[in-house]
């Protein structure tokens, strides 16, 4: 959201960066200036005159708003206004407003007019404006293409030679698909200017050779970079054996990237000199910003403001930098020597030090490299910009990434579930929260995983794993199943191939293991994997191979890589163990049985999240978000009413302190009635006497008050009674590294104990509800068990849509509980809940667009 004073970033549709804020009166200097470089068609386009000069009084109407009934935006590139867009109320407490909006000759034509529109109907919306107007002239074609192209469901009359526009503001799935589209294209844009560059400086290169920056020169000159290299030096005329320049605009061609290895203080000049000789990206290896400290920090939002002001973009800094095995680029702008073979794997890294270790390991594996990117700090550029990148780089068919911390951990979701589909996603993420991140204690590794999972990404736990599921992702194809067939020449591997294949939830086909024995030839391993990858009944073929005795076998018998060729053929995945021998190229070879298997598992729970259909989300009724917004408050608020607001009832309760007031409530509510002690960690503590159900009469209520009160205290809760059901618990929680998230589980003392709780980041689709559901190790329970009645699953479902939209729309809600949740065959019940609030939490991936 944008908010007044508080300037933004945006990328316009050819990568470059500018700075939208809301207009000042001391802009009305800079409105002149742009007023007159305009030419005399855009004059009058806009103003339906020429318009040659702006009148004093116009030009203060332009300058002074109140930014609530009357907003404009102004577009800098640099310290130069180059475009303004405003919109005017109809009248007091209308909710219509005009719009209308100017661009600069040179920058017309880059997406600034969408971008404007953007934020002018975001800022709109929230004084209650929900329909723009516009005047256009016929001739403005490009403005009119703005508003069709938009999404909104625009109205035109022609009327005295100009068209009138009319369209609703509020946010649709068009609108939003076209803000995502447009979204896309600018953030890949940026990317592949820095990945494709035809001309690159280097600041910080010695001219002894020493040091981080004749290292990054070096290997750049060394890796047969197709473009032109210009080292920057204040004083030696030839650096690393090539012509050095004092600045990079000296050099006399125009550059498109800079790489960085100056000292943190001398790093804004040299963002100037870059941006004098046109770069359109920095690539800041050097060391000392935000790890460094709060100076440093400090110096690193500068360094960011300073880029984008001139129009670019910021890798790092404090990384490792860029590569582009493309024959056509042959970039290695990075501290690593040598780079993998070229290939169709992307990496991103977080951080450095990994990055290079993460190289070292693909060029030993043989995984293939298409483009690299280590982002360090991610003060700007981050694994969401190169997964735009990726998504349409023909080069690359796999993304591997390394991830310390989420910046935008919604978009991510949004964007792996959308790339997912046709490009496989892997991700190492630490689990490790920040000292200080996050309310709560943290999720488990199984929810984490069920995370990513939800949105097709693969998650591992370790490099060698990330390589292991690379290498088999970029080599071989998706099984169709889980259906495995394990062939070797040892009983004890097939048997520990077969053991291996149950912890990753894979299955042995019908007739396997099959082991050929010790004493068999190369023919008889070849034939036993040929028929294992033909049988109908096998998604996936496991070889594993122990070397024979010696002597055992003569020297054509014992070539048994050579019988692994044919069975790669038949177009299912096949991976291999080999304790003896080189496996040919193309077949992912594992050091141990386990390991191969564990990534054959990864990319089956892949290949079983494409074959299932995505979800929608879907439409509900009895939702008023502006109802549950008012039921909030900064201690916490009214949780009946913010659940009624969201279509959720809960069941009646009322407080007692005395015996005497439970009588009065029960008489109220009706008998029978329910008693429980009213500290929300006993509400639902049957098992410890804090409740108290079937209560008849006024006897049995004093009785039981009088067993309660002494050892849970004298204030309860008295409720009627419900029919019995299978309790259920449904969480909130604000999760440092996903956002909101709703948890959901059986209730009971035992799987509380155990965690026994399945996680999705919200919004949830149907699908995400559906499994939820069915997830808990405990759900067998809701189906019918021992002769119990299934519950109505499809309640259950409805209910964690409508839990997920409240998390989604309600900011403030830092926790919500409902415990317990009776289900049962007919529905489900809604016994209690606690809720949590605070500050509103950031949603990065809503609202206009922005860096």
Known sequence: MTIVDQPVDVLLSDGTTVQLRPIRPDDAPDIVAMHSRFSERTRYLRYFSPYPRIPERDLRRFTHVDHRDREAFVVLAGDRIVAVGRYERLGPQSPEAEVAFVVEDAYQGRGIGSVLLEHLADAARRYGIVHFVAEVLPANGA??????????????????????????????????????????RTEARSIARLLAPQAIAVYGASATGQGVGAAVLGHLRDSGFTGAIVPVHPSAPVVAGLPAYPSAAAAGTPVDLAVVAVAPEAVTEVVADAAAAGAHGLVVISAGFAESGPAGAAAQR????????????????????????????????????????????????????????????????????????????????????????????????????????????????????????????????????????????????????????????????????????????????LPAGRRVAVVGNSSALTGLAATACAANELTVAAGYPVDVGPRAGAAEFAAALAGAAGDDEVDAVVAVFAPPLPGQLTDSEGDFTAALPDAVTAGKPVVATFLAG??????????????????????????????????????????????????????????????????????????????????????????????????????????????????????????????????????????????????????????????????????????????????????????????????????????????????????????????????????????????????????????????????????????????
């Open 143 to 184: 403005m009119l293409r703005v508003f069709a192209d938009f999404g909104y469901q625009v109205q035109r009359q022609y009327a005295d030679g100009v068209v009138h526009l009319s369209f609703p503001i509020a946010p649709t799935e068009a609108t939003l698909e076209v803000q995502r589209g447009r979204e896309h």
């Open 302 to 477: 500068a360094l960011v403001r300073a880029a984008h002001r001139a129009g670019m973009r910021v890798v790092g800094p404090n990384c490792l930098g860029v590569a582009n095995t493309d024959p056509a680029v042959r970039l290695n702008a990075t501290l690593a020597p040598v780079l993998p073979a070229p290939g169709r794997v992307g990496v991103f890294s977080q951080s450095g030090a990994f990055g290079v270790a993460l190289l070292a390991e693909a060029s030993r594996r043989g995984l293939g490299l298409s483009s690299f990117v280590s982002a360090g700090n991610r003060a700007d550029v981050s694994g969401n910009d190169l997964l735009q990148y990726w998504q349409d780089d023909p080069g690359t068919d796999v993304i591997t990434l390394y991830l310390e911390t989420f910046g935008n951990p919604r978009k991510f979701a949004r964007l792996a579930r959308r790339i997912g589909r046709s490009k496989p996603v892997v991700a190492l993420a630490s689990l490790a929260r920040p000292v200080g991140v996050g309310e709560g204690p943290p999720l488990d590794a199984a929810a984490v995983s069920a995370l990513f999972a939800q949105s097709g990404v693969i998650r591992v736990d370790t490099v060698a794993e990330l390589l292991d599921v690379g290498v088999l992702l970029a080599g071989q194809p």
């Open 582 to 851: 080189r496996v040919p190229a193309g077949v992912p070879a594992y050091p141990s049985v386990e390991e191969a298997v564990r990534a054959l598992g990864r990319v089956a729970a892949y290949a079983d999240w494409l074959r299932r259909p995505p979800g929608a989300l879907p439409a509900l009724e009895r939702v008023d978000a502006a109802a549950g917004q008012a039921a909030l408050r900064a201690d916490g608020g009214d949780v009946a009413a913010l659940l009624r607001a969201y279509g959720i009832d809960m069941v009646a309760s009322v407080p007692a302190g005395s015996a005497d007031e439970a009588v009065v409530a029960a008489g109220r509510l009706g008998w029978p009635v329910a008693v429980k002690a009213a500290a929300p960690g006993l509400r639902h503590r049957l098992d410890l006497g804090a409740v108290r159900l079937d209560l008849a009469d006024e006897p049995a209520l004093r009785r039981a008050y009088a067993e309660m009160a002494p050892v849970f205290g004298a204030d309860v809760l008295v409720q009627p009674m419900v029919p019995p059901g299978v309790a259920c618990v449904v969480e909130v929680r604000e999760d440092p590294a996903f956002g909101p998230v709703v948890g959901f589980g059986l209730g009971g003392v035992a799987t509380e104990l155990l965690g026994d709780r399945a996680w999705r980041a919200v919004p949830l689709t149907d699908r995400d509800a559906a499994e939820l559901v069915d997830e808990p190790r405990a759900a067998p329970l809701l189906r019918g068990h021992r002769g119990a009645a299934p519950v109505d699953r499809a309640a259950l479902a409805d209910l964690l849509v409508r839990v997920g939209r409240l998390a989604d729309e309600q900011p403030r809600v830092r926790a919500l509980t409902l415990n317990p949740v009776l289900a049962r065959p007919d529905g489900l019940t809604v016994l209690h809940a606690t809720l949590g609030t605070g500050v509103e939490a950031s949603r990065p991936d809503t609202g206009p667009r922005r860096l």
